[in-house]
């Protein structure tokens, strides 16, 4: 894709900011969601009332998890050099990229988050390259009372 007139590198490009927990922003403008992972809301959704619903947990519980989650998100990749892995979809139906996040010391961010408990899971077949891995670190962030599951 164009970034200036230039092709972009993927391998190399520029997280400007974390969204939230499972969203970034490049560079380029593009927006990137995490493959595999699903972080608590901050703000007011349909999602967070969804979460509440589901989970049986007060909104403002959910929402201060969520602002938990971006911290960590932001810390480990905003304004840090990272290479992207795509999976069998690329984009999702809000136009975002949807990407395996590595940082240049080999760091795999999606991955990373869910080991320190920051996220569960959200598996949407095809993107499932790295479900077995996300499920063993979900497990053990949770047995191990790691992150949000303190």
């Not at 490009?13 to 490049?26: E, K, Q, S």
């Not at 810390?75 to 984009?91: A, I, M, N, T, W």
């Not at 959200?122 to 992150?147: H, I, Q, S, W």
Request: glycine share 6%.
């Amino acid at each position: 894709m164009p970034f200036g007139g230039k092709t972009v590198d993927y391998t190399d490009v520029l997280v400007t900011r974390a969204v939230d927990g499972d969203t970034l922003v490049l560079e380029t403008g593009e927006r990137v969601r995490l493959i595999g992972i699903d972080t608590p809301e901050m703000h007011e959704s349909d999602k967070l009332y969804r979460d509440s619903d589901s989970s049986q947990q007060d909104i403002e519980i959910i929402k201060a998890m969520g602002r938990q989650s971006y911290e960590f998100t932001k810390r480990l990749v905003e304004g840090k050099r990272v290479s992207l892995e795509f999976d069998v979809e690329k984009q999702d139906r809000y136009k975002r990229m949807l990407a395996y996040v590595y940082l240049k010391d080999g760091t795999f961010v999606n991955a990373e988050i869910v080991k320190q408990g920051y996220a569960s899971l959200m598996t949407y077949p095809p993107n499932v390259k790295y479900v077995d891995l996300f499920t063993r670190l979900y497990k053990e962030a949770r047995e191990n009372n790691r992150g949000l599951w303190k």
